[in-house]
């Protein structure tokens, strides 16, 4: 699965998915209005949008220009890229300018952050005098904070006036529109009041510095949460190597040969080319060795920290990092098709799928900011026209007072007259900045981004948000038997003649040549029989296979068949009572049975035992500790089948025996309709469960090695570990519930706060939400959504 689409030219992208980087944007409302705009674009049909990565995901028909659409979006003021395919070379270069713009943000931050805190303590500076009773007159100078207010203004809150503005002209009004009003009403109102005091109202010059002063500590701090919550995929990123070593291929004629090596771009290495891998070096691609032996460090890739001895034969993966010996490897894949490039892929498209539970945040967040608006109009109108005329000592208070010449707040006894529009302005100006859909917008996908680089250090490929929620509701988990809860390397443990004319010997050497054609465990467990025995192994022609019963050939003229005995009955072969009591026995203790023929007639039986991974019990016993249904699926006979869930503590009833490959998409599929509110994970290696993967509720692979697990699984673990199903179901659920935390946190700051600053509690209590303090409390909700989703970071220390 990638995430980025391939393209054939440089210029012109055509491709029916396409992914932008888009910049701009604040908060949820930005997202809707970006998914808005691509969706109108011709030929579009979906969008996905993620605020915390800023990256776009378009799928559209064939024909679609992504510079066009990146125009396009650019022009309703997101400026937007299209992401191009880069070679690796490439791709160090733009992580290096990714390296250099983030330091530049960090400056940037840190600039914002002295200036904000700067704001903060100049416009609190006459509250706090006030109340210690100590008078400075230079910071109680009226045109000191008038003047404070227009810097303030004129130069950290330019960007934020200037996008609000440009939010509203485009008919898209976001988070920075709503501060913007906030700002310029509190500023304009007070200005007003300075020229114009016959007119008796109050200046409130600290208001819109503390909410310019607020929204840029928030968003510094913010900005430094999300860099530290996107540091795991960035530091996956890094691991992608720029040079390889290629190296001429050993002449056998002549050992002592003097070989040229010269180092090339990593993504020039061809498939079928040796490269040289020195110690402390990163593979450069995928490859099998081919010289030597070391030990290779893939905790990266799997999160195993122990180094994994490496010989020749032996498969590695780039990125992963050679620690001791000297190697040659012969390149396998390259560029977008090695593991890490997948991984990469993987984890990147997981931060855009969103979660379901997400729409009803992106619903919401498409109209907040008018909702926001026309609910800051009627609390003005209301307070101008209804409150203030029906609790008249509201507007005569004695708890806050005002002087044009200190520009204080001071307690006095003296009731002051307060201005019926004032008093209305600052509390619609409360309403505009307390709302909060940048948090909204940041809940789902800063959660995501976690998890996500959580699971890729240890080994845990979660494919999205969406994945995330259904594991959260998995009532029934179905594990293939063979490969999966086995270690998938069964060993000869009997083999019967039932013929005088036939040996144990001649018995291994037909089903051996039998299974020369064939990579299932059996023929591997037969065939390494034969060699442990050093028997000749006969040539063997027309090979057929039956997936999930059994195999044919012919052998020294003779066919010989080989496999099940229902492989058996459906080719007429006739099995005596004395047989079949042999077979059941066998079946009783686990084995899996294979029936011989030659001809017409059965030769013998061979019995092959799988044994159980080494944690399948352990793991088995958490899932169902769990309060999950745990299911056993084998092609093995019922017998053999009941006797490995005799082994894993399981209900006979659990145990589903003699399914073939091709039907074991339709048990999935018969288990999800008979209980249609139950969810269905499905367990396997990724080779012939891929359509049982594809068809479950959650496919589960152990990755193997096999691209087939990649594609079909919505989980792949990375270290072929069976506990790790119940690690990622704990991260899973884990994550999900981040999600659900922060989104109830977003709604919840926004369902109290909106009727605080709105003025509910000003009859009956006097408590009023001023709008520097709105501004405070929005700041908090986005910075406390971000850091919530942080804290998952625990998973990765407990686990």
Same mark, same amino acid.
């Given at each position: ?16 998915? =396409? ?17 808005? @705009?691509?969706?109108?674009? &011709? ?16 799928? %559209? ?26 070679? /690796? ?18 400056? $940037?931050?840190?600039? @914002?952050?002295? =200036? %904000? !805190? ?8 006459? +509250? ?26 004129? !130069? ?41 005091? /016959? ?65 090339? &771009?990593?993504?020039?290495?061809? =498939? ?32 195993? %920290? ?35 490039? @997948? ?7 997981? /931060? ?28 003005? !109108? ?9 609790? +008249? ?77 259904? !594991? ?27 013929? $005088? ?18 990579? +299932? ?100 016993? @958490?899932?169902?500790? /769990? ?32 399914? &073939? ?102 009859? %009956?209590?006097?408590? =009023?939400?001023? &709008? ?28």
């Amino acid at each position: 699965m990638q995430l980025a689409p391939q393209k054939n030219q440089a210029d012109t992208l055509l491709s029916k998915k =396409i992914t932008l980087d888009v910049e701009g944007m604040v908060c949820a409302g930005c997202v809707r209005a970006v998914e808005k @705009q691509l969706t109108q674009f &011709p030929k579009v049909n979906k969008a996905i949008v993620n605020l915390a990565t800023g990256v776009a995901v378009v799928d %559209s028909e064939l024909t679609i220009d992504a510079d066009a659409l990146a125009a396009e979006l650019t022009g309703a003021g997101f400026p937007s890229k299209p992401r191009k395919p880069r070679t /690796q070379t490439d791709s160090a270069q733009a992580l290096q300018k990714a390296e250099e713009k983030k330091r530049q943000e960090m400056r $940037d931050a840190q600039r @914002q952050l002295i =200036i %904000s !805190v700067l704001l903060l303590v100049l416009s609190g500076v006459g +509250h706090l005098s006030s109340l210690s009773g100590l008078k400075i007159p230079a910071l109680h100078n009226i045109w000191l904070h008038f003047g404070l207010a227009t810097v303030a203004i004129l !130069v950290p809150g330019r960007p934020i006036l200037v996008d609000g503005w440009l939010g509203l002209r485009r008919n898209a009004p976001n988070m920075n529109t709503l501060v913007a009003l906030g700002t310029l009403s509190a500023y304009i109102a007070s200005v007003v009041a300075l020229i114009f005091p /016959q007119l008796g109202w109050e200046c409130f010059f600290d208001e819109p510095v503390m909410i310019l002063g607020f929204i840029l500590l928030g968003r510094t701090l913010e900005k430094r949460a999300r860099n530290r919550a996107s540091a795991a995929f960035q530091e996956l990123l890094s691991l992608r190597p720029n040079i390889a070593r290629l190296i001429s291929k050993r002449n056998q004629d002549n050992d002592n040969e003097t070989r040229e090596i010269i180092e090339i &771009p990593a993504e020039q290495v061809r =498939i079928g080319e040796w490269l040289q891998v020195l110690p402390g070096d990163k593979i450069p691609v995928d490859g099998e060795v081919v010289e030597g032996k070391t030990a290779i460090d893939e905790s990266m890739l799997t999160g195993e %920290s122990a180094p994994v001895p490496k010989q020749v034969g032996d498969n590695i993966s780039a990125g992963t990092i050679n620690q001791s010996g000297t190697i040659v490897i012969e390149a396998t894949r390259t560029g977008d098709d090695t593991t890490l490039a @997948q991984i990469v892929g993987l984890v990147e498209a997981a /931060q855009v799928r969103k979660a379901p539970v997400q729409r009803l945040a992106d619903t919401v967040a498409g109209y907040f900011t008018y909702g926001v608006l026309s609910t800051a109009l009627l609390t003005f !109108v209301f307070w101008y026209f209804i409150g203030t005329h029906i609790w +008249h000592d509201i507007a005569v208070s004695a708890v806050l007072t005002h002087s044009h010449s200190t520009h204080s707040y001071i307690h006095t006894s003296t009731p002051t007259h307060y201005s019926p529009i004032l008093i209305s302005l600052k509390l619609a100006i409360a309403v505009m900045v307390v709302a909060c859909p940048c948090a909204l917008g940041l809940a789902t996908p800063t959660a995501i981004l976690v998890g996500t680089g959580i699971g890729a250090e240890q080994g845990l490929l979660i494919k999205g948000g969406d994945v995330l929620e259904k !594991v959260h509701q998995l009532k029934t988990i179905v594990f293939d038997k063979t490969g999966t809860l086995t270690t998938g390397n069964p060993t000869v443990t009997d083999c019967i003649p039932v013929s $005088d004319r036939t040996t144990a010997s001649k018995l291994i050497q037909l089903a051996a040549s039998v299974e020369s054609g064939s990579q +299932h465990p059996l023929a591997s467990a037969i065939l390494n029989e034969a060699k442990k025995h050093e028997l000749s192994i006969p040539a063997a022609t027309d090979f057929h296979t039956e997936p999930g019963f059994g195999v044919s050939a012919v052998v020294e003229e003779t066919t010989i068949l080989l496999g099940s005995r229902e492989w058996l009955n459906l080719n007429g072969i006739e099995i005596n009572q004395t047989i079949i009591q042999q077979i059941q026995t066998l079946a009783k203790a686990g084995k899996t049975v294979v029936g011989v023929v030659t001809g017409n007639e059965i030769a013998g039986l061979i019995a092959v035992q799988d044994t159980l991974r080494a944690d399948a019990f352990s793991t088995v016993k @958490q899932l169902r500790s /769990q309060g999950l249904r745990v299911m056993l699926l084998s092609g093995d006979t019922q017998e053999a089948a009941l006797a490995t869930a005799q082994q894993l503590g399981l209900d006979p009833n659990d145990a589903i025996a003699g399914i &073939p490959p091709a039907k074991k998409a339709a048990v999935i599929e018969s288990l999800q309709n008979s209980h249609p509110e139950s969810l269905v994970a499905m367990v396997g290696d990724g080779i012939n469960d891929a359509p049982a993967l594809s068809i479950a509720d959650v496919g589960i692979s152990l990755h193997s090695g096999t691209d087939v697990a990649m594609e079909t699984s919505e989980i792949v673990l990375m270290r072929d570990k069976l506990q790790d199903v119940v690690e990622a179901i704990a991260l899973s659920r884990a994550t999900f519930n981040k999600i659900r935390q922060n989104l109830f946190w977003a709604f919840a700051y926004n369902i109290v706060g909106i009727p605080l600053a709105a003025g509910v509690l000003l009859p %009956s209590l006097g408590f =009023i939400l001023n &709008p520097g303090g709105a501004a405070a409390l929005m700041a908090f909700s986005s910075v406390s959504v971000v850091t919530n989703s942080l804290l998952l970071r625990r998973f990765a220390t407990n686990s």
